[in-house]
């Protein structure tokens, strides 16, 4: 069984950086397609905010709004992917969440990638 934890999110003065975290079981990130966050606010559509493809190839992709502030990574040693948040708005604010999909395909920000495994999801809360 495939378990995606999200943790490290929480309530942040407009600056501070938290650092969502999201531990996976039952599931190798090394042989991961794609790993990604998106995020999610009430009454809007859920928001690819950034991917990693294959920690061998490590490419990553960044949403607009957040590229040059937040950084995606993943230690395999710890089966854990990461989203460094920094310069935090309060348009951040939003549950967050980790996903991963098998399916190794460099398209990891397109529509047509499937996620096959998914998190519960983390809230984030920026206050200006």
């Known amino acids: 069984q495939v378990l995606l934890v999200e943790f490290g999110g929480g309530s942040v003065q407009a600056g501070g950086p938290p650092r969502p975290s999201c531990a996976a079981s039952g599931y190798t990130t090394e042989a991961a397609g794609c790993m990604g966050w998106f995020r999610q606010v009430p009454g809007k559509e859920r928001e690819r905010v950034a991917s990693i493809y294959n920690s061998r190839i490590n490419t990553t992709q960044y949403t607009d709004s957040v590229r040059g502030r937040f950084t995606v990574s993943q230690d395999n040693a710890k089966n854990t992917l990461y989203l460094q948040m920094n310069s935090l708005k309060p348009e951040d604010t939003a549950m967050y969440y980790c996903?991963?999909?098998?399916?190794?395909?460099?398209?990891?920000?397109?529509?047509?990638?499937?996620?096959?495994?998914w998190g519960q999801g983390t809230q984030v809360t920026v206050s200006s």
């Open positions: 996903a991963a999909g098998v399916r190794l395909w460099n398209a990891c920000f397109s529509p047509a990638y499937r996620y096959d495994y």
